[in-house]
Nanobody, 125 residues
């Protein structure tokens, strides 16, 4: 079992940047996928970005996911934030295998078996 705890959320002005952290503890797997999801109020949870155990980081537009294995922490860096980025942000992980080591595409909630409780990000002037 993997435990995930997000932190770093808060209020930020439009155009600003924010870095979220996800502390990982519990079982350690050789092959895994970690991802960040977000859920805007009244909408379904959606996947933002992911990376595998083989990578040190991944970038997608304004988002960057990275991991610090020494500190067992996964990060989400977000730039040029707008009010549309206001949401609860969740860290999630999925155990993978040597044969199936890549992250699932597209990112679906049902493909991830460990979740944090989320951290709120509010973008407002």
């Amino acid at each position: 079992q993997v435990q995930l705890v997000e932190s770093g959320g808060g209020s930020v002005q439009p155009g600003g940047s924010l870095r979220l952290s996800c502390a990982v503890s519990g079982d350690v797997y050789n092959y895994y996928c970690v991802a960040w999801f977000r859920q805007i109020a009244g909408k379904e949870r959606e996947g933002i970005i992911s990376m595998t155990s083989r990578s040190s980081y991944n970038m997608k537009g304004r988002f960057k996911i990275s991991q610090d294995n020494a500190n067992n922490t996964v990060y989400l860096e977000m730039n040029s934030l707008t009010s549309e980025d206001t949401a609860m942000y969740y860290c999630a992980s999925a155990r993978r295998s040597a044969r199936l080591w890549d992250c699932p595409r597209p990112l679906r909630v049902d493909d991830f078996d460990s979740w944090g409780r989320g951290t709120q990000v509010t973008v407002s002037s």
